[in-house]
């Protein structure tokens, strides 16, 4: 039987950040089910906001594909602009990242090319990236499914929203945790 070790298989808030990867106005109308993905990831960019955990998002080229979808921007700490696929790759990036914030929950567009190419530059790099599977999202859902099948290939670890809103918040006893159960009812 393969132990577990509970306290580093579970996020935490104190050492996890969220990256929203190119929710961009001009290309959220193409993806799949986009109000409903938008509307999960703006309550888990809410939560993460009453938890205190950073909140990056990237747009790429923003000039052709427009800004961050607003409902998302007010609770974005930093926004980065990126022209490459892989957010690593763009000058300042990791330097830039917040200290001591490991595990990225990644959500957003496209699943099987941005999202997918950032997060295996983050493990590259030496980061824990974790995929928001209800948190990210393509136009066609034969996309997304070889984009969670891929993440899983190279190791990676999957959640769900809901289930990194409970594990940051730990207890019921968080000081948070009705602010923050309102989001997910």
Same mark, same amino acid.
């Given at each position: @039987?393969?132990?577990? !070790?509970?306290?580093? %298989?579970?996020?935490?808030?104190?050492?996890?950040? &969220?990256?929203?990867?190119? @929710?961009?106005?001009?290309?959220?109308?193409?993806?799949?089910?986009? !109000?409903?993905?938008?509307?999960?990831?703006?309550?888990?960019?809410?939560?993460?906001?009453? &938890?205190?955990?950073?909140?990056?998002?990237?747009? +790429?080229?923003?000039?052709?594909?427009?800004?961050? +979808?607003?409902?998302? &921007?007010?609770?974005?700490?930093?926004?980065? /602009?990126? /022209? +490459?696929?892989?957010?690593?790759?763009?000058? $300042?990036?990791?330097? !830039?990242?917040?200290? $001591?914030?490991?595990?990225? &929950?990644?959500?957003?567009?496209?699943?099987?090319?941005?999202?997918?190419?950032?997060?295996? $530059?983050?493990?590259?790099?030496?980061?824990?990236?974790?995929?928001?599977?209800? $948190?990210?999202?393509?136009?066609?859902?034969?996309?997304?499914? %070889?984009?969670?099948?891929?993440?899983?290939?190279?190791?990676?670890?999957?959640?769900?929203?809901? @289930?990194?809103?409970?594990?940051?918040?730990?207890?019921?006893? +968080?000081?948070?945790?009705?602010?923050?159960? %309102?989001?997910?009812?």
């Amino acid at each position: @039987m393969k132990y577990v !070790d509970v306290n580093q %298989a579970l996020l935490t808030a104190g050492t996890s950040a &969220l990256l929203i990867v190119d @929710m961009q106005e001009k290309l959220l109308p193409a993806i799949r089910d986009t !109000d409903a993905l938008r509307g999960r990831v703006a309550r888990l960019a809410q939560a993460a906001r009453l &938890l205190s955990v950073p909140v990056w998002a990237t747009e +790429h080229w923003p000039g052709k594909i427009g800004p961050t +979808h607003p409902e998302l &921007l007010a609770n974005v700490d930093r926004v980065v /602009t990126k /022209t +490459h696929f892989d957010a690593c790759r763009e000058a $300042g990036f990791l330097a !830039d990242w917040p200290a $001591g914030r490991t595990r990225v &929950l990644l959500t957003g567009t496209e699943a099987h090319i941005c999202v997918l190419q950032t997060g295996l $530059g983050l493990a590259q790099a030496g980061f824990q990236p974790v995929l928001v599977a209800d $948190g990210a999202g393509s136009r066609r859902e034969s996309d997304w499914a %070889a984009a969670c099948e891929r993440w899983r290939h190279h190791g990676l670890e999957t959640v769900t929203s809901e @289930m990194a809103i409970y594990e940051w918040l730990e207890t019921p006893a +968080h000081p948070a945790f009705r602010d923050v159960l %309102a989001l997910v009812k």
